[in-house]
């Protein structure tokens, strides 16, 4: 019937691509796949699965707001669109660019144990060098400069301070417009998180118990849509190398201060070491 064409061209006429309305900026390493894969399972979400890294490359930014708008994925009217880029969160620029995007811009940080972040972050580059058959020295010969103590120049470390990234932040965007995700309570328990996600964007509560499942060999949350079922990809939630008690200890130290400093200026604490 000829109405069956029209209503197909209808739909696809009604599907157009816009800039996010909800950004993850990060952290890096903090769960931000996993955010946004679970957030996708809404279906007022349309999630930009590639990281696009348009406000923290020069490259990229400067291809202009048409470009970055052609990253994003078609979207149904009323569906939020939402793309992420850890990147993002310690780049200097990135929040004044940000904003001059869309100052109403709602902006999701999810964050984790500055030490833990910081080992899967090495990990991370690990694995990466690995692949290309490249040597990647040690974590505590990284960070240890002999008796001068920890090198906190290092990028591992100064990602996981995460006042100092937020302060410029919040320079641009009142807190209100930030929601800060614990990354270890979506680890332990998605929905909840994602529940106070769903608020914070202003999404219809559609996420429900059985949208997640635990998987004993992965040890980790999957992801669950009607009869398709699947989890995150192996490089997401793997083991981590032994790392010397001595220098774990170093880092809870180092990162003590810094945190109290983050939990002042988002109002809430973390059971980190
Ligand atoms: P590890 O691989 O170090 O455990 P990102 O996506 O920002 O790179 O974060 C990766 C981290 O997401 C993983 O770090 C893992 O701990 C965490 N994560 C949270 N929920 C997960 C899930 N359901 N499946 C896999 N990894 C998850």
């Known amino acids: 019937a000829p109405w069956v064409g029209n209503t197909s061209a209808f739909q696809a006429s009604r599907l157009q691509r816009h800039l996010p309305q909800g950004i993850?900026?990060?952290v890096r390493k903090g769960g931000t796949r996993a955010l946004l894969?679970?957030?996708?399972?809404?279906?007022?979400?349309?999630?930009?699965?590639?990281e696009v890294h348009f406000f923290n490359r020069e490259e990229n930014y400067g291809r202009g707001l048409g470009w970055y708008r052609q990253q994003m994925p078609l979207s149904r009217p009323g569906q939020l669109t939402v793309e992420k880029t850890p990147g993002y969160f310690s780049s200097p620029r990135a929040p004044?660019?940000?904003?001059?995007?869309?100052?109403?811009?709602?902006l999701l940080l999810i964050v984790?144990?500055?030490v833990e972040r910081l080992v899967s972050d090495y990990t991370q580059i690990l694995h990466n060098r690995r692949?290309?058959?490249k040597p990647y020295p040690p974590l505590e010969r990284l960070l240890l400069r002999g008796d001068r103590g920890l090198d906190t120049r290092h990028k591992a470390i100064q990602r996981s301070l995460y006042a100092l990234h937020l302060a410029r932040w919040l320079g641009a965007f009142p807190?209100?417009?930030?929601?800060?995700?614990?990354?270890?309570?979506?680890i332990r328990e998605p929905l909840p998180e994602l529940r106070r996600v769903e608020q914070f964007l202003g999404l219809a509560p559609s996420l429900g118990p059985d949208n997640f499942y635990f998987n004993q060999t992965k040890g980790?949350?999957?992801?669950?849509?009607?009869?398709?079922?699947?989890?995150?990809?192996?490089?997401?939630?793997?083991?981590?190398?032994?790392?010397?008690?001595?220098?774990?200890?170093?880092l809870c130290t180092?990162?003590?201060?810094?945190?109290?400093?983050f939990f002042s200026l988002v109002g809430r604490t973390f059971n980190w070491c």
């Open 24 to 26: 993850i900026i990060g």
């Open 37 to 50: 894969e679970m957030l996708a399972l809404h279906p007022q979400v349309a999630a930009a699965r590639a």
């Open 96 to 106: 004044e660019r940000v904003r001059a995007m869309d100052p109403a811009v709602r």
């Open 112 to 114: 984790r144990d500055p």
């Open 131 to 133: 692949a290309r058959r």
């Open 175 to 186: 807190p209100a417009h930030i929601h800060v995700v614990d990354g270890g309570g979506l």
């Open 220 to 250: 980790f949350y999957c992801l669950r849509a009607g009869a398709h079922q699947r989890c995150l990809d192996q490089s997401k939630g793997r083991p981590h190398p032994p790392i010397a008690e001595q220098l774990l200890e170093q």
């Open 254 to 261: 180092y990162f003590s201060a810094p945190n109290e400093h």
